[in-house]
């Protein structure tokens, strides 16, 4: 495609060019800049002026911005006109009309909603008036999108003139050209069409959209819409048809490997798990570097909410993945998705924008007239994915002896140190006498076949007042794990109406209900499903096990660690159900002051109610007994969440000849009330009766947090010919949390860019479009409420009538708290090439992270373990490019994008004399630290002891503990993805590969499966004795053979041996789509698109032995690079069926 | 403009002149359901409560009396090693962020308020007694400046040394419990003794005899002076019968520390030790009746174990020197059941109940120290007398677990008749009795253990044992790794001083 002029300089040219108007201009321009959600056109056909010798001009204008009438004419014949003088109160357009062209030397005519102007008469040789002629060919449309929606500013030209036009804000064109003609029309991010009249006078156009949408309209901050072209920094724009297809439950997680930069991973916690999200690197040694969700301009809560939330620091409470803000989002309902990647792009979003910011706008009701209909129908398989290695050489036991009785069987259920398999009849756990042979495939027969199926239906109308779009859509998934599912019904309301042309409403909300019955038991020991089954010994078949009560209705044992509890028992007698109704949304009311200038007020709030309950159920075999009645636990919590957003903006915007300001200025307050009322009950009093009221010990409580931000803020845009932009904004914000002495903080960026190819009158004709950017941000952030004062609390219970009181918290408060202040410094350039064939952009970012508040660790000794204070440095640099390269166009139309995203991260320091402080610990090795000198969230681990040589020393035959070192990073270095995409006909075939590089993790599961015998490399010694090759202190070579299952279990404060390279490389998706539209015509369907997809479809690499990488339990970033135990990961199949009628 | 509606301004002007300000934020920022100041006598019954810890995987098992063979996050005691996981949980960090936090602001809050005096010394004496377990395990730690991060600023206390401390502790001890005061306010909400002053007096009295009689090797005159002086009547006594015990009445809302371990995941893997059983069924005690027990289905919670055996003659101890593997090749392996092996364990219907309670400081305990001062004759009165009471105060004391522990005068006069008091076995003696009193109460087990030299106990011989005490007794528990690590330059300065920071260093008055 040849870059294509801007429209708004189509103008300049002479003789029977038609143009628009200035005034038509500015309110495109402002559809395009002002605010998403607001239309500020008039719509309404009655007419009020009052004019005293205006010139026509101004009148017409007045006109245009009353009603949504345009008018088209000739340059300059409005000069031929005489003023006009008249007064009308709601008057008809054809009244005032005529009113103005009465005794004028020009005349009208009214074609649908535009009015042709012309002069009334030519003089004829004779020198008589002529009569009025006819207008010559007036053609006219509609130009919409594959959606049916208006385009708006679609350049129109006659093929071979300077004829142009645009279309109006419904998409509308009227063009004056003759019958015989050829209609160009093109617009940036689509695809051009050439149309041959053949005498048509009405010619309605669906363009295209390009396969990649370079100079596409960009939602910023604050919702205002931008010219990519004019950001002075990188933002990524998601794909939301790929989003809607090939689905994931957790909108989230849809995003991986698709925006460079964005580092996407998915905990594996089961279909209402949360997804993990983190934008060039993490910018606090806190655990929640999440980006800001922001939804139809309003902030929207995305925090992971922890199960069993006892540990705060532990987000999944140990035990499962309650999920997170963003899974409340239908992606049927979104109608684009940016990602502002860094502080600059997201410096008016303040403190809670530090990590970036992903800007979701819902669609709305389209504007044509009649009932729009789609239908969006998912369905999804998944199974569980089985990457273990394990030895079938050698079955259950202990110390290289089979079990010989039932009772040995089931306290050894999860060693497989026996003897060697021989098919001869052995106890087993569930009490029967069974062959002693191999049990194999207890990845996928325990794990059952995933379901999920989304189907969602939306209605729109709109007219010319106003639109409505409404859609339900509705989830039943089921997990891998048996008795494990999850239900959404979400529905979606966007209403806009215009009371009045100038005032404008608009209200978006979004009610959610989510019921997670069970979600996967994950992580450690204790009810955790995965635990035992990746250790149970190998020649127990998981069927077995389905017999998990004994006689007296308690847990049947299966090993002598009582916290592997059966899987069965797990799934079936413990419960957790989380509850959760949620609306959030926003109403706002836009007043258009003048042409240039409006008012908005709006206010948006994240409301939920989480009712919350799980138990431990009596009998099982890890509790305590009971004093009297029964053992067990029961939990139950009711917490809600309130996040208010008030806001207004004053928005202003000129133009002076080559010149455009645009100026912004709002205030926002923000307020977040959260609470709990939860009760514990330890042991009942009739059995199997979960509830508060049968609990013997009942510990209530209710927990209370309140915070606000006020903030005021700015942005001043200048544009230069369209070429030059400069952008500067500034945003303070009062932190209620905060020592109210250095509560506030002011924080600027600037950034700007320079499309230097519309410089060159002659730039090389390989190179299309070129464009540097730069950009400078500060943002700040504050902390957790009441950490300035001492709290002191009552223990619900008394002892023997005895009051207990306690301190709150183990971390000493300070009251001297300031902001912490993130500083980002990104450079960039778009280049277009070979007729777009080939587009690279790419960015350079630094970001700094300085008055980290941060826990510090203090001596136990002085009563408490922690302290936050104001300190710590830290760095993120890399590099982010996307590459897209189009090789085929045309009847194949080929895609292929590579982005790919190297990050670097440093601690610069901590508190004084600090060299590290720990944020996570392994269940058994493992220590997750931030080290000074070091890139984030260092992998720490002992290694063995070595001698001077570099020898392993031993004693007694084993290796012995050395010093704590750090093996790696667990953030990985490289993201990136490369996505195909190929079109042919009606058929689409996409597919996603990605990777992550650069990191560590040190595998407690792989430590579990050798010291209980599973892993291959255990098969070394079961004979005679592991020799390990190492040294004594006197420098002989170890010679004493260590049985093996001693010798491996020895190895548990040992991390070395269990350090694995991260990195991998999945084939993530493979779809195929078949738009079948094209074959109902005649139906009242207006497009039907199959489509099918694998998701997870291969692992072409990885280093990680018996498991994948990607399964992680946690989106924490304090627990990453340690791997205990996640649920599998799965592969999803499924077919996506999308109609609108 | 005339057409905008007013409430746009409203809105306007109320964002402008509350968004460009903070106002209100104190009052948003202060936490509305929690209080900012507290009764201190709330905090004061929390320091009783938490002052009852976990002392099972060391103290217990260094000497002898319980036992688990397993490695891993169970070693510790039973083999002589040091396992820095187990630092979770240790007396360190359970002690300062518990008793000591709570009773430093006590301390503060009640010293310049003289109607709270009686709170103040309680709470002195009380400070003491967590002080006294901390310097006894660990030797030099934090004392003068602990528990003042918050109130004073200090975030790494500097170590004390374990001498200084102990004459601090004789100093509070006597200054405070003379200051108490029957004609002042009673505190009541406190979990010993209601806040009866006599009472309390005669705890301060008790522990000061303690405190004094670690003494014994390192400085018998001062011992000498200061059993003198909490033993002068004038000053308020001991205590006198069992009811006056310091304890905590555990119960099912709060359990004992040791329950989990008993009770809970580790049932099937702890056991009583060897040594412990062999006296006790060597001497004919009747508290071996009640203590150990053999259940049919071990590794089963107690509602499904089975018969239960607890006939002296069939209990036996496990011995030091194996582990799980090698257990099986000690000369009497009675074998397994499931998970579990068939050696005694302790009764889950009495000593180890969940809601047992957990003493501090016992009739028992006190009388055998009188026993040993007369003995060493720094007071009147018969040794042979306060040790008949000394052992019959710990067999009555029994019955404070459950009712079904109760051991009939009978029984107890017939346990004294068969093991008459012998003045020239006179300190053996009472100190095996003190060893056996303090079961369960680790800590003190442990520090009188080492002051003593009694029981005689064979040190343990397991083959992994640490170096530093193989061949010996552990002597000193190490410092916690995080503390080592956060506060290293008070810790390096307080090994500097003291001495190597490993189990074989002896605290001052565990001379050679």
């Known amino acids: ?1141 | 403009m005339k057409r905008i509606p007013k409430f746009i301004y409203v809105l306007l002007i109320c964002l402008i002149s509350t968004s460009g300000c903070d106002k209100g934020f104190e009052k948003v920022n202060t936490n509305p359901v929690l209080p900012t100041s507290l009764d201190p006598s709330y905090l004061f019954a929390n320091s009783q409560l938490t002052s009852a810890i976990y002392t099972i995987q060391y103290q217990a098992e260094i000497v002898q009396q319980i036992i688990t063979p397993f490695t891993g996050v169970l070693e510790g005691g039973n083999h002589n090693v040091w396992f820095f996981a187990n630092n979770v949980g240790s007396a360190f960090t359970s002690l300062y962020t518990g008793p000591v936090k709570l009773l430093t602001n006590v301390l503060h809050q009640t010293k310049d308020d003289p109607s709270r005096s009686n709170l103040y010394n309680m709470a002195r004496i009380w400070r003491c007694y967590v002080s006294q377990v901390l310097v006894d395990t660990y030797g030099y730690v934090p004392y003068f400046t602990a528990g003042e991060a918050y109130l004073e600023r200090i975030n790494l206390p500097k170590y004390d040394s374990d001498e200084e401390i102990y004459n601090d502790l004789i100093k509070e001890l006597v200054d405070a419990t003379n200051k108490l005061d029957a004609t002042k306010k009673i505190e009541t909400n406190d979990l010993f003794y209601a806040g009866d002053i006599a009472k309390w007096k005669k705890l301060g009295n008790s522990l000061l005899l303690r405190v004094a009689m670690r003494f014994t090797k390192v400085d018998p005159n001062k011992a000498k002076q200061y059993v003198i002086l909490a033993t002068d009547i004038s000053r308020g006594g001991l205590i006198a019968s069992n009811s006056e015990n310091a304890f905590v009445p555990f119960n099912s809302v709060f359990n004992n520390p040791n329950a989990s371990t008993f009770q809970g995941s580790e049932r099937a893997n702890f056991y009583l030790a060897k040594p412990f059983i062999d006296y006790l069924k060597s001497s004919g005690d009747p508290r071996l009746n009640v203590i150990a027990v053999k259940y049919q289905i071990p590794a089963n919670p107690i509602g499904t174990a089975g018969s239960e055996d607890t006939n002296p003659e069939h209990q036996q101890g496990m011995p030091y020197g194996y582990n799980d593997a090698t257990i099986s090749s000690e000369p009497n392996y009675p074998g397994k059941i499931g998970a579990a092996w068939k050696y005694s364990q302790l009764n889950r219907k009495t000593l180890a109940k969940i809601d047992a309670p957990e003493f501090f400081i016992t009739l028992s305990q006190t009388q055998l120290l009188l026993a040993e001062a007369a003995q060493r004759g720094w007071i009147t009165g018969e040794a042979v007398n306060y040790y008949n009471a000394g052992v019959k105060a710990h067999m009555g004391q029994m019955q404070q677990y459950d009712r079904s522990a109760f051991i009939s005068e009978e029984l107890q006069n017939a346990y004294l008749d068969s093991n008459p008091f012998n003045p020239a076995d006179a300190l053996k003696q009472i100190n095996t009795q003190y060893w056996i009193s303090s079961f369960l109460n680790g800590s003190e087990a442990w520090a009188n253990f080492r002051r003593s030299g009694f029981p005689q106990l064979e040190p343990n011989p397991y083959p992994g044992a640490d170096p530093v005490v193989k061949g010996d007794f552990i002597h000193r528990l190490q410092y916690p790794a995080r503390e080592i690590s956060v506060n290293a330059d008070n810790y390096k300065d307080a090994v500097a001083r003291m001495g190597a920071d490993n189990m074989a260093t002896r605290v001052f008055w565990d001379a050679k």
């Not at chain 1, 006219?140 to 594959?146: D, K, P, Q, R």
């Not at chain 1, 089931?410 to 497989?416: A, K, L, R, V």
């Not at chain 1, 299952?1045 to 998706?1069: D, H, I, K, W």
Request: charged residues 20%; aromatic residues 10%; glycine residues 8%.
């Open chain 1, 1 to 1141: 495609m040849e870059f294509l002029p801007n429209y708004k300089t189509s103008g300049q040219g002479n003789l029977s060019l038609i143009k628009i108007l200035l005034i038509m201009k500015l309110t495109i321009c402002f559809m395009l800049f002002a605010c998403l959600e607001v239309n500020a056109e008039a719509v309404a056909q009655k007419i009020t002026l009052n004019e005293n010798k205006s010139s026509l001009e101004k009148v017409l204008k007045k006109i245009e911005y009353q009603t949504d009438y345009t008018f088209l004419y000739e340059t300059d014949i409005l000069e031929k006109a005489s003023p006009v003088t008249l007064q009308v109160t709601q008057a008809s357009v054809d009244d005032v009309l005529k009113l103005c062209f009465t005794n004028q030397p020009l005349t009208y005519k009214i074609f649908a909603n535009t009015i042709v102007i012309r002069e009334k008469t030519i003089q004829s040789a004779s020198g008589k008036e002529s009569q009025a002629i006819p207008l010559a060919n007036i053609v006219t449309g509609i130009v919409t999108n594959s959606k049916s929606e208006p385009l708006t500013g679609v350049s129109v030209t006659m093929k071979g003139t300077n004829i142009g036009t645009s279309t109006d804000s419904k998409g509308r064109f009227a063009i004056n050209v003759p019958g015989t003609g050829v209609l160009i029309f093109s617009y940036i991010g689509f695809i051009s069409q050439e149309v041959k009249l053949n005498n048509r006078t009405e010619v309605n156009i669906v363009l295209r959209e390009e396969a990649t949408k370079l100079n596409e309209v960009v939602v910023t901050a604050l919702g205002i819409k931008r010219e990519a072209k004019s950001l002075g920094y990188s933002t990524g724009v998601v794909n939301t048809d790929q989003i809607s297809t090939d689905r994931t439950t957790n909108v989230g997680n849809s995003l991986v490997g698709k925006v460079a930069g964005v580092n996407v991973s998915a905990p594996s916690s089961g279909p209402g798990g949360s997804a993990k999200i983190r934008i060039r690197g993490q910018s606090s040694f806190g655990g929640d570097n999440s980006p800001l969700i922001i939804v139809n301009g309003v902030p929207i809560n995305n925090t992971s909410i922890s199960a069993g939330y006892k540990n705060a620091d532990n987000p999944t409470g140990g035990s499962s993945d309650g999920g997170d803000g963003l899974q409340s989002i239908n992606p049927d309902d979104i109608e684009s998705m940016t990602v502002l990647k860094g502080a600059a792009a997201a410096a008016l979003y303040g403190y809670r924008a530090k990590d970036g910011a992903i800007i979701i706008t819902t669609k709305s009701g389209s504007k044509h007239k009649g009932i729009g209909i789609e239908i969006n129908s998912n369905n999804q398989v998944s199974k569980a994915l089985d990457f273990t290695d394990f030895q079938y050489v050698y079955g259950q036991g202990e110390n290289g002896v089979r079990p010989s009785t039932v009772a040995e069987a089931q306290s050894s259920g999860i060693w497989s140190f026996g003897e060697k398999f021989d098919n001869k009849p052995a106890p087993q756990p569930d009490g029967s006498i069974k062959p002693y042979s191999p049990a194999k495939d207890r990845i996928k027969n325990f794990f059952r076949t995933g379901f999920n199926s989304t189907n969602s239906v939306a209605l729109s109308a709109g007219n010319d007042q106003g639109n409505f779009r409404i859609s339900f859509s509705n989830t039943d998934a089921t997990a891998i794990v048996p008795n494990s599912d999850f239900h959404k019904k979400i529905l979606n309301l966007a209403a806009n109406y215009n009371l009045t042309p100038k005032l404008s409403t608009q209200v978006n909300a979004n009610y959610s209900n989510e019921y997670n019955h069970n979600p996967p038991q994950i992580g450690i020991e204790g009810f955790s499903v995965n635990t035992t089954i990746y250790t149970m010994a190998n020649s127990i078949d998981v069927n077995w096990l389905k017999n998990y009560k004994d006689s007296n209705g308690n847990e049947m044992p299966l090993a002598r660690f009582t916290g592997r509890n059966n899987p069965y028992w797990v799934a079936y007698e413990h419960f957790e159900n989380i509850r959760r109704d949620r609306i959030f949304g926003n109403a706002s009311i836009r007043y258009q002051l003048s042409d240039w200038l409006y008012l908005q007020g709006r206010i948006g709030q994240d409301y939920y109610t989480r009712p919350y309950e799980f138990n431990r159920p009596t009998g099982s075999r890890n509790l305590s007994a009971a004093v009297s009645g029964f053992n067990g636990y029961y939990y139950q919590d009711v917490s809600t969440f309130r996040e208010r957003n008030v806001d207004f903006l004053i928005g202003a915007k000129h133009e002076f000849k080559n010149f455009l300001m645009d100026v912004t200025l709002g205030g926002n307050q923000m307020q977040q009330i959260f609470d709990r009322f939860s009760t514990e009950v330890t042991n009942f009093y009739v059995k199997g009766l979960y509830t508060i009221g049968n609990g013997q010990v009942k510990n209530p409580d209710y927990r209370y947090s309140k915070k606000r931000v006020n903030s005021l803020y700015g942005s001043a845009e200048f544009s230069f010919k369209n070429l030059l932009f400069l952008n500067l904004t500034a945003r303070n914000d009062w932190f209620s949390t905060l020592n109210p002495k250095s509560n506030s903080y002011l924080y600027p960026s600037i950034n700007g860019s320079f499309v230097f190819t519309d410089l060159f009158s002659t730039k090389p004709s390989w190179l299309n479009y070129a464009k540097v950017r730069a950009a400078y941000a500060e943002v700040g952030g504050d902390t957790d409420p009441y950490t300035n004062a001492l709290y002191f609390s009552i223990n619900p219970n008394p002892l023997n009538n005895i009051a207990l009181g306690t301190i709150n918290s183990n971390v000493s408060p300070n009251s001297n708290l300031r902001p912490l202040k993130v500083r980002e410094t990104e450079v960039g350039m778009d280049l277009r090439m070979f007729n777009s064939r080939i587009n690279l952009n790419f960015s350079l970012y630094r970001k700094n992270t300085v008055d980290e508040i941060l826990d510090v660790n203090i001596s136990e000794a002085s009563g408490y373990t922690q302290t936050k204070v104001n300190i710590g440095k830290l760095k993120n640099e890399g590099v982010e490019f996307l590459l897209s390269v189009f090789p085929l166009k045309g009847k194949v139309n080929w895609e292929s994008g590579f982005n790919a995203a190297y990050n670097h991260s440093e601690v610069l320091a901590l508190a004084n004399g600090q060299r590290s402080f720990d944020v996570g610990v392994g269940q058994y090795f493992g220590i997750i630290s931030h080290e000074v000198g070091l890139p984030l969230a260092s992998v720490r681990a002992f290694d063995y002891k070595r001698d001077a040589k570099g020898n392993i020393l031993t004693a007694g035959g084993k290796p012995l503990l050395g010093e704590l070192k750090t093996y790696g990073s667990a953030i990985p270095k490289w993201t990136g993805g490369w996505t195909n995409s190929i079109s042919y006909k009606a058929f689409r075939i996409f597919t996603q590969i990605d990777f992550k590089a650069g990191a560590v993790v040190l595998s407690n599961s792989n430590f579990n499966f050798l010291r209980h015998g599973l892993s291959k490399a255990s098969l070394e010694g079961r004979e005679e004795g592991v020799v390990f090759k190492g040294y004594n202190a006197d420098g002989t070579p170890n010679s004493i053979a260590v049985p093996a299952e001693e010798f491996y279990a020895s190895l548990r404060n040992l991390g070395e041996p269990f350090v694995y390279n991260a990195s991998f490389v999945r084939l993530r998706t493979v779809s195929l789509g078949y738009d079948l539209t094209s074959l109902l015509k005649k139906s009242p369907v207006k497009a039907l698109v199959v489509s099918a997809f694998v998701n997870n479809a291969a692992m072409i690499k990885k280093h990680l032995d018996n498991l994948d990488p990607e399964s992680q339990i946690s989106v924490s970033d304090n627990f990453q690079g340690l791997d205990t135990h996640a649920l599998p990961t799965s592969r999803t199949y499924g077919i996506n069926i999308n109609a609108r009628f």
